[in-house]
């Protein structure tokens, strides 16, 4: 396994391969990351166990959508059961490095958010959860507070996590080793990860406030939710396919899988 460094042109060229994978079965994607949004809001109607156990299944998960790119670019159906793929190793060492993975994460994410707790108020944000009058100016400040320090610090272990469940499940590789390889291969092509993020952010984020104001303007809020969810999902599976992407960009192995460059 051979980490690759690449210039920041890079990011736009993993959201071109993102697109053009997503094509190769457009309705498998969706049926996958619809399946993963279904079970996690399932999982939060189970008081804390719930939780746990998304955070627990997240790097098995996301194994089983990069099989999946996989079985896309070789032709294969996509089926619910790729996300089984983590459980199906032949090796037994690389699943429980697999779930390992997954404490590993969940530690991660319970330090975060005590961290967060610390900074930001979160009885000033029960009211947009609870009433039903407009939202006040402290309780939207504690909001974007809350998105721009919970981004800021989940940095950090995304770039852990990024590519340590495919160094573990297709790589072979220790925990530890795996984490340090996925810091590594984020850190050395940092450039090209801040041009890839940046583009997300306005595709996910900014367009669909800019649609979603532009139909309030125009007194047609009321099917903004109609137009902008279809966009939102769409281009959250074209993310997820794109993480391939950044995959095969970053690492080079003996088993290769072609990615097009159209766009």
């Known amino acids: 396994m051979k980490l690759n460094h690449v210039n920041h042109k890079e990011g736009i060229t993993w959201i071109r391969q993102g697109f053009w994978l997503f094509k190769k079965n457009p309705l498998g994607f969706l049926m996958l990351v619809f399946m993963y949004i279904f079970f996690a809001q399932l999982s ?3 008081p804390v166990i719930g939780v746990f156990a998304v955070l627990l299944l997240t790097p098995a998960l996301s194994v089983g959508f990069m099989t999946a790119c996989r079985q896309a670019i070789q032709e294969e ?3 619910p059961t790729a996300y089984l793929a983590a459980f199906r190793l032949p090796s037994t060492l690389a699943r429980k490095r697999i779930l390992q993975l997954g404490l590993i994460y969940t530690a991660c994410i319970l330090i975060l958010s005590f961290l967060v707790s610390l900074i930001v108020d979160f009885e000033a944000l029960l ?3 609870t009433s039903d009058q407009a939202p006040s100016a402290e309780a ?4 974007y507070k809350l998105a721009f320090i ?3 610090l989940y940095i950090p ?3 852990l996590m990024w590519f340590a469940p495919l160094l573990v499940a297709w790589a ?3 925990v530890m080793q795996a984490i340090f390889s996925s810091w590594m291969a984020c850190w050395s092509n940092r450039a090209a990860f801040a041009y890839y993020l940046v583009i997300w952010g306005i595709v996910l984020v900014a367009l669909p406030m800019m649609i979603g104001g532009l139909l309030d303007a125009i007194d047609l809020g009321s099917i903004a939710s109609y137009i902008v969810a279809p ?3 769409a281009g959250l599976t074209i993310m997820y396919c794109s993480f391939f992407a950044t995959w095969k960009g970053c690492f080079t192995d003996n088993n290769i899988e072609q990615l097009s460059t159209e766009g």
């Open 44 to 46: 939060i109607l189970i």
């Open 77 to 79: 159906r996509i089926l």
């Open 127 to 129: 009211p947009l959860l």
């Open 140 to 143: 939207m400040q504690q909001l």
């Open 150 to 152: 919970g981004g800021l």
């Open 157 to 159: 272990v995304a770039m």
């Open 172 to 174: 072979e590789m220790p």
């Open 231 to 233: 966009i939102s999902m």
